[in-house]
């Protein structure tokens, strides 16, 4: 299978991020919603085989998007995440787009108080710039200002890195060590008790001239209104799943001793894939996904949705999988 490559150029963005084969068409029926996958690890020390496992299920995404829905898809994992790729899609999706929905895998980068992802060659991404042009447009020279053109087009963000999807902020961006879960427990052995999170936000405006923000979930949805539990109880326009602290490796076990690439993998339910052709609502394809590589009959009972001690970064971290807004979405056919 040749894998699919984006191109930064908008006019190529107008044609739906044509793959590098001559043998794909471009379907200009699907010129108004669009499917990214992005990512990227750091320059060294992750597992051999974690990259192609990366790659591999970008790929898989990329496929399913094109083969089962009328979304135009692009695969930009890889050498092509960078930050102004990011930024041209994000403002294609604004101007030219009704819908987006993206898929992030790789690693988390931090930068004092804000949240971001590794990029190649250290075109790193942070919040604050996902945040900006996902809602507005920058004016350069001679004007410098920024122009504010609607809400965001990312109704659906599913992010697999360390960090970029948890709540550690209180309602006045106020955040305090926490074990566990603002910080490392440093115990030798794995600790045998589960920390109560205190916060109540996954992120915070920044007063400024020009849009700022912290937190990886505020940025891409561009809102602080979305449910903290959103597979219990969805609601608002968007639904942004990630992870609060540690994100398992593609190529880990879950406890049912499946690789955890699997449950991106068979998320595919939301697609109608596995459910007779029928787009099914994100709670539901995690649920499918909970089954099929946990073992649980509904993602609230599985290792993601409960968490699970990891050790990394120096210590031992509460890590579980987040789901902010509407889980009861699904997305458009």
């Known amino acids: 299978m040749v894998k699919p490559r984006i191109f930064s150029c908008v006019l190529l963005l107008l044609l739906l991020f044509v793959a590098a084969t001559p043998m794909l068409t471009v379907k200009s029926a ?84 804000h949240y971001g992802f590794y990029g190649h060659n250290q075109y790193n991404i942070f919040d604050y710039y996902v945040f900006a042009y996902a809602n507005y447009h920058y004016w ?52 045998d008790y589960t920390p109560e999170n205190p916060f ?9 001239p020009y849009p700022n923000v912290v937190g990886m979930p505020l940025a891409w949805t561009g809102t602080t209104d979305m449910s903290t539990d959103g597979y219990v109880s969805p609601s608002g326009s968007y639904c942004y799943i990630g992870w609060e602290n540690i994100s398992p490796f593609m190529i880990n076990v879950t406890e049912n001793a499946i690789q955890y690439k699997w449950f991106p ?34 993602f609230d009972l599985s290792e993601l949705y409960e968490g699970r001690w990891r050790y990394g970064m120096d210590g031992w971290w509460y890590s579980r999988m987040r789901v902010f807004g509407n889980s009861d979405m699904i997305l458009p056919d």
């Open 265 to 298: 993998y068979y998320f595919r339910y939301a697609l109608g894939i596995d459910n007779n052709g029928e787009y099914a609502t994100i709670a539901d394809s995690l649920d499918y996904a909970s089954l099929r590589t946990c073992g649980s009959q509904s």
């Open 140 to 191: 350069g020279s001679p004007y410098f200002w920024w122009q504010y053109i609607g809400p965001s087009k990312q109704y659906f963000d599913f992010i697999w890195t360390c960090t970029n999807g948890g709540l550690y902020f209180d309602s006045n961006g106020d955040t305090w060590d926490v074990d566990g879960i603002t910080a490392a427990n440093t115990s030798e052995t794995q600790p």
């Open 30 to 113: 699907k010129a108004t919603k669009v499917a990214v996958q992005w990512g990227h690890l750091v320059p060294s020390g992750y597992p051999p085989s974690e990259p192609a496992a990366e790659s591999w299920i970008s790929d898989q995404i990329y496929w399913d998007f094109y083969d089962y829905s009328s979304f135009g898809p692009s695969n930009a994992y890889g050498t092509y995440t960078t930050l102004n790729n990011v930024i041209d899609v994000l403002q294609y999706c604004q101007y030219y787009t009704s819908w987006a929905t993206t898929w992030w895998v790789g690693d988390y980068l931090p930068s004092g108080a």
């Open 200 to 208: 109540t936000d996954y992120g915070y405006v920044i007063s400024s």
